[in-house]
């Protein structure tokens, strides 16, 4: 008798699982916001996802996002000013520069920028951009990594390779095979995780995570009830972070900062890396980056829409000036160096060519107050993309007066 009840709750605990997770997949098939709650973080947080051509796109399913997986309230059928660009544009954690300037504007402004891309993204998703008719299109530009990522994705995109010296190609590819950039230029944060999650893709569980309703749903009410996991390294505190830092992490270059009312915590070293140009694959990659800004200038200039360039730099260059005269590291004068050497031969090719830019060193840099976060993070802060913001609005007001 027993083991018949025992049986008969198992039954009716299994078909109420069944009932339940038939009636989530029903949510999810309805709704947006239920499928992106159901989700595994990594995928439903993941600002971008993989794309076999683009290497990344827009996760559509972020809560930030549009349907289209860029960082918009909504998808407009026109825009007067539209952005392209990388997580400069994008501004992860806080209102980014082109929703400021919209407002500044009055305008409506469409960021198409995502984390991970870079100027030969730009001129590829030319066509969707000048799809809105805008008036003035805006092509980011981020000195410290655009040529490494250039040159990876030109690896799947041939027509990027207009831009380079086959010679110099050769070089890069020959470099590649002996070592993978990516493994060169290394990762202050531990790049097992990724390695490892590749291999759980292959077993049952991520299927499972993906797939079974119900598990979701208590995953997402236990995510709730902890709160976001953060990583002490981003915590926007200076002294908490620095704190964090695990020897691993300062041997692979994260050093604390301060000097002149700024503190902060750069990695000069890899991110020096980036900018190596002893490296035929960073020459390749920054070739790309010239070739793919002038190519989408003369595309938007035909289709009679006026081009802005504007032009990032690394945390590293903008805390320099502040923490120079207390600090000798070879590899933050290296780093100067080759930023500065990319810097003036990227406006000289612009100037040559007639396209406006607005170069952000200068004012980030000398403003009042900190510009940059004070942890790990390499993105401006609310005070930084303010004044970008104000930057690119006089620019872009003298643009569209003008045209």
């Known amino acids: 008798m027993r083991q018949k009840r025992f049986v008969l709750g198992a039954l009716t605990f299994a078909l109420a699982l069944l009932i339940c997770e038939g009636l989530l997949h029903l949510a999810c098939a309805i709704s947006v916001a239920a499928y992106r709650t159901l989700m595994p973080p990594r995928d439903a947080e993941a600002v971008i996802l993989p794309d076999e051509q683009l290497m990344y796109r827009g996760n559509p399913y972020h809560r930030d996002h549009d349907a289209a997986g860029y960082r918009n309230a909504k998808r407009p059928d026109r825009a007067d000013i539209v952005v392209l660009g990388d997580s400069f544009a994008y501004g992860a954690g806080l209102k980014p520069w082109p929703k400021r300037l919209g407002d500044s504007l009055r305008r409506v402004v469409y960021n198409m920028a995502l984390p991970g891309y870079c100027p030969g993204h730009s001129l590829l998703l030319l066509d969707e951009a000048l799809a809105f008719h805008p008036r003035l299109v805006i092509l980011a530009t981020y000195l410290g990594n655009d040529s490494p990522d250039a040159y990876h994705l030109a690896q799947r ?13 050769v070089a890069a590819e020959a470099a590649e095979r002996e070592r993978p950039l ?13 390695q490892r999650d590749r291999q759980r893709d292959g077993h049952v569980w991520p299927w499972v995570s993906r797939h079974v309703r119900v598990y979701g749903l208590a995953r997402a009410t236990w995510h709730y009830l902890t709160g976001p996991n953060i990583p002490a390294a981003l915590s926007r505190d200076f002294v908490r972070a620095s704190a964090a830092l695990t020897p691993r992490q300062r041997e692979r270059g994260a050093l604390p900062v301060t000097g002149e009312g700024w503190r902060t915590i750069i990695s000069p070293g890899s991110n020096g890396r980036h900018l190596d140009d002893r490296d035929p694959r ?10 793919a800004l002038l190519a989408a200038d003369e595309r938007i200039r035909a289709a009679g829409v006026t081009t802005l360039v504007v032009l990032f730099p690394t945390k590293e260059s903008v805390v320099w000036p502040h923490i120079s005269a207390k600090l000798d590291l070879p590899a933050l004068n290296r780093l100067i160096a080759n930023e500065t050497r990319a810097r003036a031969k990227l406006l000289t090719a612009l100037a040559e060519r007639g396209v406006p830019y607005v170069d952000t060193l200068e004012t980030l840099s000398s403003w ?12 401006p802060n609310e005070v930084g993309h303010h004044v970008i913001m104000s930057m690119i609005a006089k620019e872009a007001r003298r643009l569209l007066t003008e045209h």
């Open 157 to 169: 995109q041939s027509a990027l390779l207009a831009g380079v010296h086959p010679g110099l190609w």
């Open 182 to 194: 990516w493994r060169d230029i290394g990762r202050v944060f531990d790049p097992d995780i990724i």
């Open 282 to 291: 960073i020459r390749a990659g920054f070739d790309i980056v010239s070739y």
């Open 368 to 379: 009042p107050t900190q510009t940059y976060f004070e942890d790990f993070d390499g993105h």
